[in-house]
């Protein structure tokens, strides 16, 4: 499903430097790790049903003046905003990593779907588009919705399928990709606060 403008100079450039610290593999070895995953997962599943109930974890401190550290796993990271919103700019910002997820988990389940459903596929990139109005942020205007109005994926594969197997792969990753979902459909939210 190759779309016309899909950033993958501008894309592939940008990430030249973390794609250093991510192993290269060969695409038969992505598709033995995707089958070995997806069998093992199968097999837990078919034991007992509850193996496929996951919790995940992050924890997040105040730091600067709007910045968050972030742990998540022996993983961590920073959020900030930059100085137009009174950040220090020193890690992405919330609504870029959010896009940035919904990128990570489309990549993800698109290699699982192509080596389930024997759709092939070389190079994915993915351009995460979307617009919030900050009016409704800054109180200045309540009938807005204070997150995305619109998000827009645009998906480049580079491969020898036809369209209509491309279009035959995407809608298998629309139906199965945990983050779109989380997009897409209200999640229920609950908010505590306690004093330290």
């Not at 998000?151 to 199965?176: F, N, P, Q």
Request: proline share 5%; glycine share 8%; with cysteine.
């Amino acid at each position: 499903m190759p779309s016309a403008g899909a950033p993958t100079v501008d894309v592939m450039t940008a990430t030249a430097n973390i794609q250093s610290t991510v192993p290269t593999i060969t695409g038969d070895e992505r598709a033995a790790r995707l089958t070995e995953a997806g069998s093992a997962w199968a097999e837990r599943i078919e034991a007992d049903r509850s193996n496929a109930h996951l919790t995940y974890t992050v924890d997040g401190a105040g730091a600067g003046s709007v910045a968050t550290t972030v742990r998540a796993g022996k993983h961590s990271f920073i959020v900030d905003e930059p100085a137009a919103l009174a950040g220090d700019d020193t890690g992405t910002s919330p609504v870029e990593y959010a896009l940035g997820a919904l990128a990570g988990c489309q990549v993800v389940v698109y290699r699982l779907y192509a080596q389930q459903l024997g759709i092939p596929f070389d190079e994915i990139v993915i351009r995460a588009e979307a617009d919030l109005d900050a009016a409704r942020l800054f109180g200045a205007d309540e009938s807005v919705r204070a997150g995305f109005s619109e998000v827009r994926l645009d998906i480049e594969l580079s491969g020898t399928e036809t369209d209509e197997r491309y279009d035959e792969l995407r809608e298998a990753v629309d139906a199965h990709c945990p983050v779109l979902d989380i997009f897409q459909n209200p999640t229920p939210v609950t908010t505590t606060v306690t004093r330290a």
